[in-house]
């Protein structure tokens, strides 16, 4: 229930354009649970809209070999 919450106050921040603030809720998702797809997805999205395409790539990279299928990943990591 804890890491909905996160994911949901980062998707927030995320919309509103506050990316740091977004980085930090998904940063505590993934420290609750470092396999969670999403988390990683999420991140990488909000590192890619701050040009932090290394950490960025990083995370992105993760969502895929944890998740070969997901194809939010995949476009994003194809962006960065």
């Known amino acids: 229930k804890a890491l909905k919450a996160h994911l949901d106050a980062g998707n ?3 919309k509103a354009g ?3 603030a977004a980085t930090q809720e998904f ?3 993934l420290a609750s649970d470092p396999r969670n ?3 990683h997805v999420q991140i990488g999205w909000a590192y890619a809209e701050q040009k ?8 992105l990279m993760s969502a895929v070999a944890l998740d070969p299928n997901n194809a939010g990943a ?3 990591l ?3």
Do not use: F, I, L, S
């Open 52 to 59: 932090m395409w290394d950490e960025a790539k990083t995370h």
């Open 74 to 76: 995949h476009a994003n």
């Open 18 to 20: 506050e990316w740091a």
């Open 37 to 39: 797809v999403q988390g």
């Open 12 to 14: 927030t921040k995320a």
């Open 78 to 80: 194809a962006w960065v």
């Open 27 to 29: 940063q505590q998702v």
